[in-house]
């Protein structure tokens, strides 16, 4: 039978019967829509999750204190916090640090404007804003004099800057926190929303030392926050950095440290490991209307061959042979299940679309595309050869007979 002949036989068959037709590819459609959709959420999320933990910094590294009641249970020695002076060992000794900052931070009551607000104050150097990619929308940024002189400077976040001030500018405005009074010198960019769901631009920036003297009364950091000249060297730099702040704690090798280290790679790959493994999950189950659908598919056209026995008949009477009949209701089946993967692809991109609209990233890869499509097809070639068969099997005297 020729390919052109097969087509319009096809198309006939199923325009016969459009409602049955769309119905036999409902199960596709929802299956090949669904598998995409998941994947594209899933790799939306990923990429998102990467950007936001790319955004917390660059080729970060940072130290922070383990939590006391695990080092206790790990049977660590004598507790010790990071200082002050660790973070100035590590700028000093590091031979893959660009820039090092230390880092502390408590929620304080805030006023100004004539308003309260309650936000996060960190206490950093001026090399945090090189870290962590910070950019100003006006002012400027403190710098290492206004730390040695532990002057009351403070660069604002969106979000408080919008609580206290509205729409006026803050930068030269006299806020107070705690007990103390700052001049803010500078406006931040707007960040969004961080990698744990918390508001970046909730934060107001104040020289470390003016933190750890006018509002903390402490020597003790909350965090070190590295840079490392180039990715190449994030294994290594983290390795030299917990030798340097062994060495600042006095610790030998087998002395459980009061310190963890961890880096943005490792953070980026472990949270895309539990994207990966979650869209594929969702993929999967999603998968299984895909089969849902292909016996669907071998149902109807199980019947269709039934119904359309007589014409079989005719058909082998007239001299068409075992192989057009098969090849005939194969084709029916691929078509149809080709139909529901292309009507389930086409609703995949507008239901992302839509899911855009709505803040939830997703991201449509084209190999998904293509190979939902050819599965589609392999679901109508697999489950529709079974009724194909049958067809090619019947007697003509049987069929004709057939009533």
Known sequence: MKAARLLQSCFRSILRNRM?????????????GSVIIMLAIGEGAQK?????????????????????????????????????????????ESSFAMAVSGIVQRSFSVTGGGQAN???????????FFIRSWNLEEGSFFDDEDGALRNRVAVM?????????GGASPVGQVIRIGNNNFTVTGLLERRGIGPGGNDQDDVIMVPLDTALTRLLNTRNLNAIAI??????????????????MREAHRLNFTEIPSFHIMNSDALIEMASETSRTLTVLLAAIAGVSLLVG????????????????????IRMAVGARKRDI?????????FLSLLGGIIGIGFAFLSCHILGAFSVPTSINPVVVVAAALFACLIGVFFGFYPARKAAGLYPIDALRYE
Do not use: C, H, W
């Not at 939590?67 to 020695?77: K, L, S, V, Y």
């Not at 309650?118 to 945090?128: E, L, R, T």
């Not at 016996?295 to 007589?310: A, D």
């Open 20 to 32: 049955r037709s769309l119905l036999t590819s409902l199960g596709i459609i929802i299956g090949v």
């Open 326 to 334: 098969l090849l005939q209701f194969l084709a029916e089946a691929v």
């Open 227 to 244: 840079s490392v000249a180039d990715r190449r060297f994030m294994e290594a730099a983290q390795m030299e950095t917990e030798l340097i």
């Open 157 to 165: 976040g969106a979000t408080p800057a919008a609580n206290l001030f």
């Open 118 to 128: 309650s936000s996060v104050v960190m206490g950093v150097q001026p090399d945090f």
């Open 48 to 92: 998102a999750i990467e950007a936001r933990i790319a955004a917390m910094g660059t080729n970060l590294i940072q130290v922070m204190p383990a939590p006391r009641g695990a080092f206790n249970r790990m049977g660590g020695g004598v507790y010790r916090p990071i200082t002050r002076g660790d973070a100035e060992k590590v700028l000093y």
């Open 294 to 313: 292909g016996i669907g598919i071998m149902n109807i056209m199980l019947v269709s061959v039934t119904e359309r026995t007589r014409e079989i008949g």
